[in-house]
């Protein structure tokens, strides 16, 4: 059965920095993409970055330059490295699994960990 | 970037309702296309993917439809289980979520 738990999360000021994890577990995770996406309080879903099984990275317009996606194969774990963070990155971050190596679809999503960036 | 667009924003529905929910991004993706389900609280679950092919364990009453720029979610008939957020999502170029349509009880 495919596991994914992400953790890091937490109240941080504007300006700082998180790191977020996800281990995976119940496939083999060096064959596939991976992906954070993130939803804010109340609002709708939004693709934050992805990274694919040969190690390529892409990001989303609003966190670029900010945010660095990683994948350490030998622990089968994702990273979201969040640098200054602003009030509008305060979400919850969920990884996800994609359907193939490229990154493509999201088939399946961990529990989400809550990120929130204020005073 | 590619806008993905959702309409109608919100539907109110009974069980045992056909329910259907279109999605059109602002280019053409293809069959680049994926349906999700969100429930209150809790994590997105793939429905469909490639515009119209039904994800493993997903119920035969939830089908897709469209290539291009315009999609189609469609629920044959509505059971209470289904109440919930449906987001689509384009994969041509990166990606990118619809805004969502909440189905609620009439």
């Known amino acids: 059965e495919v596991q994914l738990l992400e953790s890091g999360g937490g109240l941080v000021q504007p300006g700082g920095s998180l790191r977020l994890s996800c281990a995976a577990s119940?496939?083999?995770?060096?064959?596939?993409?991976m992906t954070w996406v993130r939803q804010a309080p109340g609002k709708g879903l939004e693709w934050v970055s992805t990274?694919?099984?040969?190690?390529?990275?892409f990001y989303a317009d609003s966190v670029k330059g900010r945010f660095t996606i990683s994948r350490d194969n030998s622990k089968d774990t994702l990273y979201l490295q969040m640098n200054s963070l602003r009030a509008e990155d305060t979400a919850v971050y969920y990884c996800?699994?994609?359907?193939?190596?490229?990154?493509?679809?999201?088939?399946?999503w961990g529990q989400g960990t809550l990120v929130t960036v204020s005073t | 970037d590619i806008q993905m667009t959702q309409s109608p924003s919100s539907v109110s529905a009974s069980v045992g309702d056909r329910v259907t929910i279109t999605c059109r991004a602002s280019q053409g993706i293809r069959s680049w296309l994926a349906w999700y389900q969100q429930k209150p609280g809790k994590a997105p679950n793939l429905l469909i993917y490639?515009?119209?092919r039904l994800q493993s364990g997903v119920p035969s009453r939830f089908s897709g439809s469209g290539s291009g720029t315009d999609f189609t979610l469609t629920i044959s008939s509505l059971q209470p289980e289904d109440f919930a957020t449906y987001y689509c999502q384009q994969a041509n170029n990166l990606f990118s979520f619809g805004p969502g349509t909440k189905v609620d009880v009439k």
């Open positions: 119940g496939f083999t995770f060096n064959n596939y993409a």
């Open positions: 990274i694919r099984s040969d190690g390529s990275t």
């Open positions: 490639a515009a119209s």
């Open positions: 996800a699994k994609d359907v193939a190596s490229i990154g493509e679809y999201f088939q399946h």
